[in-house]
């Protein structure tokens, strides 16, 4: 757990399925059952930004835990966008995984972003796949239009 202030805390693998789903929801993401989100849990390592013991944004890391890691489902609640717990987050998850993988090592993170939001992961030093193809990932769910379905590929390179 790391204070930021004495409002807001990020947690690590801390986030329970009640919570994801309904951040999920609020955020407008596809539903999940609490069964599912209970086993993605398990295999997944989540950090959550809490704001006075309240869920108010989290990330998924998915991956070998080794070299290959993948961030999803990083999910800020709608009022309390542009605040910078985003920021927050993400900075923590590659701290999270710089450590885990130690300094001198080669490691890969990779993620799929909604278009309008590629520009916020470049100032991380992710850079838009130009080798492999644009993907299509289509979801079932209540976001249906096609500027939600439609993600880039994108890498971390660590400087």
């Known amino acids: 757990m790391n204070l930021i202030s004495n409002e807001v805390i990020i947690k690590t693998n801390e986030l329970s399925a009640l919570e994801w789903v309904t951040l999920r929801e609020e955020a407008g993401f596809p539903t999940l059952d609490i069964k599912t ?10 950090l959550s930004i809490h704001m006075n013991n309240i869920c108010i944004g989290m990330l998924r ?11 999803n489902d990083m999910i800020i609640a709608p009022h309390q966008q542009k605040k910078g717990f985003g920021t927050m987050l993400l900075d923590k998850a590659l701290e999270f995984i710089q450590v885990k993988v130690g300094k001198e090592s080669l490691f890969s993170v990779s993620l799929f972003s909604n278009c309008d939001t590629v520009d916020f992961y470049t100032k991380f030093h992710f850079k838009k796949s130009t080798e492999i193809p644009l993907k299509l990932h289509l979801l079932a769910g209540k976001r249906g239009s096609r500027k939600d379905v439609l993600h880039s590929l994108v890498g971390y390179q660590p400087s």
Do not use: C
């Open 37 to 46: 989100a209970k086993e993605a849990i398990k295999h997944s390592n989540i």
């Open 61 to 71: 890391i998915i991956g070998d835990n080794t070299y290959s890691f993948y961030i």
